[in-house]
C-alpha cells in the first residue's frame, strides 16, 4: 500500500469508546492495522482492530472482541516476516494471546501465573521478545516479573494451538513493578529491564538471575512507569516517573547519572516511543496535548527543544511508531486514534 501519492499527512479514527492501548501491526502484508483497547471502568471493555482502506484512505473496524478489564497493554507479535502465525497479546487480569482472522478474533490461550489462588495479581505491561518471538515477559503489580515461552504446534496442518509456559518468575522489585522492555543487548533475547514503584530501574539477564542491576533510581522516589529501549543502540534506554513532565535519557555505561533531560512538555508525560530506524531520535506524547519528536544525537550536551511538535485535540494517552513503515507515529487520546507522518 503506497499512501504518498495521497500526500495525507494525518488519518484519524474514532472509536465508541475512549482508547487507552494502542499498536501497530508489524507483519509486511498488513501495513496500516493496528489494535486499540478501550478503557471503560468496569468489567467489561473491548479490543478493535482497525485497518486504513486504501481506497478512500478511511480507517475501518475490521473486527471487535469483548475483553475483561481494560487492557494495559497490546503487541502484535514482532513477526516482520509473517512466518508466524498472525497473534496479538493483551494484558489486563492475565496476559491473553488471541488469534486474528479476517473477520473474528479468538483467543487462543489465557496465561495465568497464580493457579494456586483465587485472586490474580493484575498485569501492568508486557513485552514481546522481537529476537525470539516465543519469548513474552510480563509485569505485575505483586513485585514479579515472569518471563513465557509460548509453543505454537501444528495439529491438522494447519491449524496452530498456541500454548505457554512460564520459564521464570522473579521478584524483581519492593513495590509494584509497572513496566518491562527487552533490549537488543547481549544478542538481544535475554537482557530485560524492569521499573517500578520504588522508583528504581533494575536490569535482568535471564542466564544469571541470582542478580540484577540497578541503573537509575529516582532522586524523589517517585513510581517510574514506563521505560523504552532505543531501537538501534542498546546502551540507552528512556523512562519517565508518575506526574512528571519530563523523561529521562539514561545510558547503561553510566549507571544512576541521567544523560538528558527532556523537560518541554508542560502537563504530565504518558507516552514515549524511540524511533525504529534512527538511534537519535525519540517521541514523548502528554497530556498538554503535545507529541513532540527530539533529535538527541548532541548529548550529553543539554537538549533544548524538540525539533518537530504534533499538536493533538486531546491529552494524549499512547504513542507508538511504527516498527514496519518508521515515517508513521500514531497516538491516541480521548476516543480518538490519529497516524501522523513524521
Wanted: net charge negative; with cysteine; aromatic share 10%.
Amino acid at each position: 500500500m503506497s499512501l504518498h501519492g495521497k500526500r495525507k499527512e494525518i488519518y484519524k479514527y474514532e472509536a465508541p469508546w475512549t482508547v487507552y492501548a494502542m499498536n501497530w501491526s508489524v507483519r509486511p502484508d498488513k501495513r496500516f492495522r493496528l489494535a486499540l483497547g478501550s478503557f471503560v471502568e468496569e468489567y467489561n471493555n473491548k479490543v478493535q482492530i482497525v485497518g486504513l482502506e486504501e481506497e478512500n484512505s478511511e480507517f475501518v473496524c475490521r473486527n471487535t472482541f469483548d475483553h475483561p478489564y481494560p487492557t494495559t497493554k497490546v503487541m502484535w507479535i514482532p513477526d516482520s516476516k509473517g512466518a508466524y502465525p498472525d497473534l496479538l497479546a493483551t494484558s489486563g487480569d492475565y496476559l491473553r494471546i488471541w488469534r486474528v482472522g479476517d473477520t473474528e478474533t479468538r483467543l487462543e490461550c489465557l496465561l495465568n501465573n497464580n493457579k494456586n489462588s483465587d485472586f490474580c495479581a493484575p498485569l501492568t505491561s508486557f513485552d514481546w521478545n522481537e529476537v525470539d518471538p516465543n519469548l513474552l515477559g510480563t509485569s505485575s503489580i505483586d513485585t514479579t516479573c515472569t518471563i513465557w515461552g509460548l509453543e505454537t504446534g501444528q495439529v491438522l496442518g494447519r491449524v496452530n494451538l498456541v500454548s505457554g509456559h512460564v520459564k521464570t518468575q522473579l521478584i524483581a522489585h519492593d513495590k509494584e513493578v509497572y513496566d518491562i522492555s527487552f533490549s537488543r543487548a547481549g544478542g538481544g533475547r535475554d537482557m530485560f529491564a524492569s521499573v517500578g514503584a520504588d522508583g528504581s530501574v533494575r536490569m535482568f539477564d535471564l542466564r544469571h538471575l541470582e542478580h540484577s542491576t540497578i541503573i537509575y533510581e529516582d532522586p524523589q522516589h517517585h513510581p517510574l512507569l514506563r521505560l523504552c529501549w532505543n531501537k538501534q543502540d542498546p546502551n540507552y534506554l528512556v523512562t519517565m516517573a508518575m506526574d512528571s513532565m519530563e523523561v529521562v535519557i539514561l545510558d547503561v555505561r553510566v549507571p544512576c547519572t541521567p544523560v538528558a533531560r527532556l523537560n518541554n512538555h508542560r502537563a504530565c508525560v504518558n507516552g514515549i516511543a524511540w524511533a525504529p530506524h534512527s538511534s537519535c531520535h525519540i517521541c514523548t506524547a502528554a497530556e498538554d496535548h503535545q507529541a513532540l519528536i527530539w533529535d538527541i544525537q548532541q548529548m550529553p550536551r543539554a537538549i533544548e527543544d524538540p525539533i518537530r511538535p504534533t499538536p493533538a485535540e486531546g491529552e494524549i494517552n499512547n504513542v507508538q511508531w511504527a516498527t514496519t513503515q518508521p515515517d508513521w507515529i500514531a497516538i491516541c487520546y480521548n476516543n480518538c486514534l490519529e497516524i501522523l507522518r513524521v
